[in-house]
């Protein structure tokens, strides 16, 4: 009959107590965005005219829609990799946001238009019609739950409800181009940064820099993807991957490891100086 005596699982016990195991580390580098700066990641070159000054883009998480500015331009198609591959006719608008909703449904809003358009795979069509004042050049998206729409018209903040009645109006400070909605946040965009703004306090949360981009007339952000127009051709745009932070579970350190082996092998050699002393015949 094998008998452990009582101190021997208690030496063991304070064995594995000394091991340092390194728990897992969170590594986030901001509160809203995966990096400090960016550059572009892909590029976007239109087939038929220049993107100009006012250019509007919106990704599905399938096909990239990007348009230039101007009435009756088309809307230009591009897959996930930023191959173009067709041209819509039916776009014909002189938008000035492009946005979808989580089925990936692409919309639109117009220079000096109060509607928000839906696009039905032919042709815009009237979705609502947005009440109150609202800018002639601006920039209208859905909010992150899909229960609303909201819009910044120089520094007036407006929100609607999806039959397009006013549920809010705030006086913001905010300054810079309106580009859209990540989560909770609303992004502008000024002199090469990014910025992201606490739609519950409006107080700055994030910012970060996009390598290359410059203020022009229109840029836009849509699903971890923020559009700009190249300076240096504007027949071209740049698009920046800027998904939202992640955690990520740091790897154990060379030291570490080598530490947590010791100590698996002090471990070992407890158990088998405990056995051979715990051990008495009956």
Do not use: C
């Amino acid at each position: 009959m094998l008998i452990a005596r009582g101190g021997a699982f208690a030496a063991i016990t304070a064995v594995v107590a000394a091991i340092a195991i390194p728990a897992a580390a969170e590594a986030t580098t901001g509160v809203v965005f995966g990096a400090s700066s960016y550059t572009s990641s892909m590029t976007l070159a239109s087939p038929i005219q220049s993107y100009q000054a006012a250019s509007v883009t919106a990704y599905n998480g399938g096909y990239i829609m990007g348009t230039g500015g101007g009435a009756g331009r088309p809307l230009y198609q591009y897959n996930s990799s930023g191959t173009y591959t067709g041209t819509l006719a039916g776009g014909g608008l002189d938008d000035r946001s492009l946005f979808t909703d989580a089925s990936g449904t692409l919309y639109a809003r117009q220079y000096s238009d109060n509607r928000i358009l839906k696009w039905n795979g032919t042709s815009f069509v009237t979705q609502v019609t947005l009440q109150g004042t609202l800018g002639t050049q601006a920039g209208v998206y859905l909010n992150a739950a899909g229960t609303g729409y909201i819009g910044l018209d120089n520094n007036t903040l407006r929100t609607w409800n999806l039959d397009g009645t006013v549920s809010n109006t705030i006086a913001t400070s905010l300054s810079g181009i309106n580009v859209g909605i990540l989560g909770n946040y609303m992004l502008m965009f000024s002199g090469g940064t990014l910025s992201a703004y606490d739609m519950n306090s409006w107080t700055l949360a994030d910012q970060t820099t996009l390598v290359g981009a410059t203020d022009s007339f229109f840029q836009s952000y849509s699903n971890g993807y923020f559009f700009a127009v190249d300076p240096t051709n504007n027949t071209k745009m740049m698009a920046y991957q800027v998904g939202p932070a992640s955690s990520a579970s740091a790897v154990p350190e060379p030291a570490s490891w080598a530490m947590m082996i010791g100590g698996f092998g002090m471990v070992g050699g407890a158990l088998r100086r405990k056995r051979r002393l715990s051990v008495r015949f009956g």
